[in-house]
């Protein structure tokens, strides 16, 4: 990333992902005001498990909904930031305009959360959760692929780019309620033809992780497909308010 930065500022002035001011102060592209108001999660209680940040934590420092849970396909989850009204427009910039730029500096942190809260553990590879094809059109690129990449980069391991796949027509998440979002994910992915998951830890990539149905829809298929241990990386999160997940907060 050093020399992508370097080059990355003589042809393209530094703008905060989250205001889109242009700042000479910034770094990994949140200027220094914006570093202010954005909620980090290394800086909150997070669950141990699902990494939403929890305003109460039981002793081992898991959410209610986590220790009421009878399965969850992945280990361990983790995210930069807390969704809210700050971090929604950098997550719009990064879909919508040029994200391959905002996305590459948004993986940079998530590879740094990952090495926070995971440290030690060894990913034999990093893999998406795949976009509708419709979506990747009308956008020209894979916001979700980008991030991968720049985290793989970071992190020393291989990006698998064809793994989980869509195969079932979902309806957009940020319609549902919070009941309809968790059924509107059962079944949505299967996997690639020919792909060897036995014993493999891996890291799952999204950018916002809400009711957290997509990520263990992911999370699911590769457990079934023969994963060993999934991890999961988003770059923000929700805390766990099931009713404010009918107020439009996931753009995705
Ligand atoms: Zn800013
Ligand atoms: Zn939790």
Redesign the pocket.
Known sequence: MKVIELLLSLFFPEKCMFCGNITRKAENFICENCRQRVAFCKDLKC??????P?VSLGEKE??????TKTYRPYKRATAVVKYNDETKVGIKRYKNGNGEIVGEAMGVLMAERVKEVFGGVHFDFVTGIPPSDKRVIERGFDPVAVLCDSIAKELGARYEKRVIKKIKKTKKQSSLDYEHRIRNMIGAFGLYDGIDLKGKRILLVDDVMTTGATIEEGAYVLKKGGGKEIYAVTFATTT?EPKSFNEKSEKS
């Open positions: 669950c141990s498990i699902c990494g939403k929890q898991i959410c209610y909904p986590c220790l766990k």
